[in-house]
T-cell receptor, first 117, second 112 residues
Framework: AAGVIQSPRHLIKEKRETATLKCYPIPRHDTVYWYQQGPGQDPQFLISFYEKMQSDKGSIPDRFSAQQFSDYHSELNMSSLELGDSALYFC????????????????FGPGTRLTVT | GESVGLHLPTLSVQEGDNSIINCAYSNSASDYFIWYKQESGKGPQFIIDIRSNMDKRQGQRVTVLLNKTVKHLSLQIAATQPGDSAVYFC???????????FGAGTRLAVHP
């Protein structure tokens, strides 16, 4: 079965650089979520999109922005990177509006490991 | 803010034994709960979910119990196998909000 695809899988950036993470949801899923997971920590919700509109917002820094495109893929843009941004970034998807499955049943991608040096 | 927490950070069991992972949640408005399994370097993997109008749900070798009175959630794994070794997170969702609130995670170590 198709899963959530994230790219790149690994990314190394220097402080003050920018990074763009991409997420391709499961086919027929209309909602994407972004989470940040620091070492040894639980995933923290950043932001979500439903039908290309921001649907919920969590602890996302102002230096970060995200959007969902017409094909439902999403990109997380991170600017002025700081050492503390080093983490695993997960994208998850669900079929909130299409009744394919439980609306809040989120399926996670493999993550992008961002290292800021 | 309110969050989901776990009683035990690490649980060690013998292969073949049953495992019970516990979780306490504090938000009485939460109405949907999920257990995820996360192996090292991988994304959380959906295991089983339960809605607040249920108190028990069974899957393949797994059972989730929900006690709304004391705001407690548990995951039972029958005949634990080495492949079950991972970190387990419970997560809660409040109806009307997209986000999942994760607990701190419990590491399950299965010994032969």
């Amino acid at each position: 079965a198709a899963g959530v695809i994230q790219s790149p899988r690994h990314l190394i950036k220097e402080k003050r650089e920018t990074a763009t993470l991409k997420c391709y949801p499961i086919p027929r899923h209309d909602t994407v979520y972004w989470y940040q997971q620091g070492p040894g920590q639980d995933p923290q919700f950043l932001i979500s999109f439903y039908e290309k509109m921001q649907s919920d917002k969590g602890s996302i820094p102002d230096r970060f922005s995200a959007q969902q495109f017409s094909d439902y893929h999403s990109e997380l843009n991170m600017s002025s990177l700081e050492l503390g941004d080093s983490a695993l970034y997960f994208c998850a998807s669900s079929s909130y509006g299409k009744g394919v499955s439980e609306p809040y049943e989120q399926y996670f991608g493999p993550g992008t490991r961002l290292t800021v040096t | 803010g309110e969050s989901v927490g776990l009683h035990l950070p690490t649980l060690s069991v013998q292969e073949g034994d049953n495992s019970i992972i516990n979780c306490a949640y504090s938000n009485s408005a939460s109405d949907y709960f999920i257990w995820y399994k996360q192996e090292s370097g991988k994304g959380p993997q959906f295991i089983i979910d339960i809605r607040s109008n249920m108190d028990k749900r069974q899957g393949q070798r797994v059972t989730v119990l929900l006690n709304k009175t004391v705001k407690h959630l548990s995951l039972q794994i029958a005949a634990t196998q080495p492949g079950d070794s991972a970190v387990y997170f419970c997560a809660e969702n409040i109806d009307g909000y997209n986000k999942l609130i994760f607990g701190a995670g419990t590491r399950l170590a299965v010994h032969p």
